[in-house]
């Protein structure tokens, strides 16, 4: 608890501007709390990239493939019904495949590439949409960290420049996060792409079926706190100056810094 006082409520500081005193507290209450909340973010942030419900689609498949999950299927022509429940992931998805007479539930990894067989996937662009997501899930985790730690820092050290960097670093995290979502919703649709490019037949529309699973909503949820954060940090980075400031200790730290020779 005194810690919390000394840092956030700033007790013991000499008061120079009673006003400006209690509008400083108020904004770094606020500050406290988003810092609370974007340490929190990281949990949901990381169940987010290890499950696999960023987006879930249901279709109909005609398949007239080889199927290695269906032997009876190995040396039929015969074109067969499927209705498919896709649940995408950062690193694969779950296909549920049901007909009549069966179901069948297999996971198709997105790395290093996925299985020949799976022709929707079979697209070298909607590769890049995979590692895209994945690679920016995994820099969007870093950032997080790392601005949170510099969050924790601009308490101890009240320089008016760490709060609107710790405010800039927020707003690139809460669009990494962001991006990561919309990546994965367009692979959906480069689907239809390129089945209407390899075929002449019009290509069902998943984007149409398209819904967001939890994994989505939890990403979204982070990147609103990140903003939330980002909007504290921008208001408490006010330049504390001469007798408008509230303490001694923030008018000594806002003071400009000459660089050079005197």
Same mark, same amino acid.
């Given at each position: 608890?005194?810690?919390?006082d000394k840092?956030?409520?700033?007790?013991?500081?000499?008061?120079?501007?009673?006003?400006? =005193?209690?509008?400083?507290?108020?904004?770094?209450?606020?500050?406290a709390?988003?810092?609370?909340?974007? @340490?929190?973010?990281?949990?949901?942030l990381?169940i987010?990239?290890?499950?696999?419900? @960023?987006?879930?689609?249901?279709?109909?498949?005609?398949?007239?493939?080889?199927?290695?999950?269906?032997?009876?299927?190995?040396?039929?022509?015969?074109?067969?019904?499927?209705?498919?429940?896709?649940?995408?992931?950062? &690193?694969?998805? &779950?296909?549920?495949?049901?007909?009549?007479?069966?179901?069948?539930?297999?996971?198709?990894?997105?790395?290093?590439?996925?299985?020949?067989?799976v022709?929707?996937?079979?697209?070298?662009?909607?590769?890049?949409?995979?590692?895209?997501?994945?690679?920016?899930?995994?820099?969007?985790?870093?950032?997080?960290?790392?601005?949170?730690?510099?969050?924790? /820092?601009?308490?101890?050290?009240?320089?008016?420049? *760490?709060?609107?960097?710790?405010?800039?670093? /927020?707003?690139?995290?809460?669009?990494?996060? =962001?991006?990561?979502?919309?990546?994965?919703?367009?692979?959906?649709?480069? @689907?239809?792409?390129?089945?209407?490019?390899?075929?002449? /037949?019009?290509?069902?529309?998943?984007?149409?079926?398209?819904? =967001?699973? =939890?994994?989505? *909503?939890?990403?979204?949820?982070?990147?609103?706190?990140?903003?939330?954060?980002?909007?504290?940090?921008? @208001?408490?980075?006010?330049?504390q100056?001469?007798?408008?400031?509230?303490?001694?200790?923030?008018?000594?730290?806002?003071?400009?810094?000459? /660089?050079?020779?005197?």
């Amino acid at each position: 608890m005194q810690l919390l006082d000394k840092t956030v409520e700033m007790r013991g500081s000499q008061i120079l501007n009673m006003q400006s =005193y209690q509008a400083v507290v108020c904004q770094r209450r606020f500050m406290a709390v988003t810092t609370v909340l974007a @340490w929190l973010a990281v949990i949901p942030l990381v169940i987010a990239l290890a499950t696999c419900s @960023w987006c879930i689609i249901d279709f109909v498949n005609i398949d007239n493939e080889k199927d290695a999950f269906v032997p009876s299927l190995l040396s039929s022509s015969i074109r067969f019904h499927f209705q498919v429940h896709v649940k995408l992931g950062t &690193w694969g998805e &779950w296909r549920t495949r049901q007909n009549d007479t069966a179901i069948f539930t297999d996971w198709i990894p997105h790395f290093p590439a996925p299985p020949e067989s799976v022709l929707r996937l079979a697209d070298a662009s909607l590769r890049h949409f995979h590692r895209a997501q994945a690679a920016l899930g995994a820099i969007s985790i870093c950032l997080l960290l790392g601005t949170n730690a510099l969050a924790l /820092y601009t308490f101890s050290e009240h320089r008016f420049v *760490y709060k609107r960097l710790c405010a800039f670093m /927020y707003v690139i995290t809460g669009v990494c996060v =962001y991006a990561t979502v919309e990546i994965v919703s367009q692979s959906v649709d480069e @689907w239809r792409t390129d089945i209407l490019t390899k075929n002449s /037949y019009d290509a069902f529309d998943f984007e149409a079926q398209k819904k =967001y699973g =939890y994994s989505a *909503y939890l990403a979204l949820g982070v990147a609103a706190t990140c903003i939330l954060a980002a909007i504290a940090f921008a @208001w408490g980075s006010h330049k504390q100056k001469g007798d408008h400031a509230a303490t001694v200790d923030l008018e000594i730290e806002d003071r400009p810094v000459h /660089y050079g020779r005197d």
